[in-house]
């Protein structure tokens, strides 16, 4: 079993819908990164999280220490947010290692 | 214009035969690593670098070295490519004051074939 699984691995939904990708983690972490991997191959960072949520225009992330799983939320969501989005932990006493989720890939349709 | 560099961005070569794919970066950043993505299995962490001199290996270090001579650049070396070595690469890095935000800042990859 991965260390890191995300839910769902394809999501398909209409502009404007609520999006929510999950990330279950079966080790102890320090954080917890979102990344956004674009058509073209490009990644971007969003966020990194250690407890709590945090939101960035129409993206909220959360995460729960004590169930070991995170969500990406994307509001009113647009066809410019389709991509795969990757999520990772940085595990306690791992240093700087990532460990990566297989990423769930969003399609968003006009 | 703040940017990981790697080079090549596309390489087809053949078994055995030592190459090196170059990253650098002009944001005086600490951090570095390699990542290497393959269908099905996701990004996995090949090496990383904490600073000149510092380095450590990630997940999948087998079959790759790295060095940190500079703090601008951190290339990744094959020294006798397999097949299996086939991929897409990435280089990231991440400065002392993204630690908070943990903004690692990505190459746009590099496309790797071993014949």
């Known amino acids: 079993k991965n260390e890191v699984e995300q839910s769902p691995q394809n999501l398909t939904a209409q502009e404007g819908e609520f999006i929510t990708i999950n990330c279950s983690y079966s080790v102890g972490i320090s954080a917890l990164h979102w990344l956004q991997q674009h058509p073209g191959g490009g990644i971007v960072s969003l966020f990194m999280?250690?407890?709590g949520k945090k939101k960035h225009g129409r993206l909220i992330a959360t995460i729960n220490i004590q169930e070991k799983h995170s969500s990406l939320h994307i509001t009113a969501s647009h066809p410019r947010d389709s991509a795969v989005y990757i999520c990772?932990?940085?595990?306690?006493?791992?240093?700087?290692?990532?460990?990566f989720g297989t990423g769930t890939r969003l399609t968003i349709i006009p | 214009e703040a940017q990981v560099t790697q080079n090549p961005r596309y390489l087809i070569t053949v078994t055995g035969k030592k190459l090196t794919v170059t990253c650098s970066q002009n944001?005086?950043?600490?951090?570095m690593s390699w990542y290497r993505q393959d269908p099905g299995l996701g990004l996995r962490q090949i090496y990383y670098s904490m600073n000149v001199e510092v380095t450590d290996k990630g997940d999948v270090p087998e079959g790759y070295k790295v060095s940190r001579k500079e703090k601008r650049n951190f290339p990744l070396i094959l020294e006798s490519p397999s097949p299996n070595q086939t991929s897409l690469y990435f280089c990231?890095?991440?400065?002392?004051?993204?630690?908070?935000?943990?903004?690692?800042?990505f190459g746009e990859g590099s496309r790797l074939t071993v014949l």
């Open positions: 990772a932990v940085r595990r306690v006493f791992g240093n700087e290692k990532l460990t």
């Open positions: 944001m005086n950043h600490e951090y």
């Open positions: 999280l250690s407890s």
């Open positions: 990231a890095s991440r400065g002392r004051k993204n630690r908070l935000t943990g903004e690692l800042f």
